[in-house]
């Protein structure tokens, strides 16, 4: 149904994005997914330009500490030392921020892309969202959620 549609991104997208930036806490990013009822947000730089991207499935993962690889290199770093607990609690704060678990690869899409690429593209990427651009600028968020409710505006045609 979508491959017949001239619907495109921007008829499609959110344009009051809920977005944070890499050094959000996590706490506040996963206050704002529930205040807001949404799966993942975008994670912008200072100039507002998508950087990452954190979801569900990125919260999920997080087990809130070191992981064994990092850990490791610490005792190493140390060399029998051990390191300032202002190092550590810098450490662990910076690990705490959204920076430190957000997918870092963000698969964009222009404006003016046809509903039935943008599907393809979702598919093709197993992603579930992205950032819709135009001359370089974010101007919305595209999600599966989108695709269906344009697809149901299509069958119910």
Do not use: C
């Not at 506040?28 to 954190?54: C, F, Q, T, W, Y």
């Not at 705490?96 to 964009?108: C, D, L, N, P």
């Not at 093709?124 to 697809?151: F, H, T, W, Y």
């Amino acid at each position: 149904m979508l491959e017949e549609s001239l619907v495109t991104a921007e008829d499609l997208m959110v344009r009051n994005v809920v977005s944070v930036r890499p050094d959000t806490p996590i706490v506040k990013a996963v206050s704002l997914m529930a205040e807001h009822n949404i799966s993942g947000v975008p994670v912008l730089d200072e100039r507002g330009s998508p950087v990452g991207m954190i979801t569900e499935g990125d919260l999920l993962r997080w087990h809130g500490d070191f992981t064994e690889k990092q850990t490791w290199w610490l005792d190493h770093l140390a060399d029998g030392y051990d390191l300032a607990p202002n190092f550590m609690n810098v450490l662990r704060s910076e690990h705490r921020k959204v920076g430190a678990i957000m997918s870092h690869s963000v698969t964009s899409v222009a404006a003016d892309m046809p509903a039935r690429d943008i599907a393809k593209l979702f598919f093709e990427n197993k992603i579930k969202r992205a950032p819709v651009m135009r001359d370089g600028k974010m101007i919305g968020l595209v999600s599966r959620s989108d695709l269906v409710k344009a697809l149901a505006t299509a069958l119910a045609e």
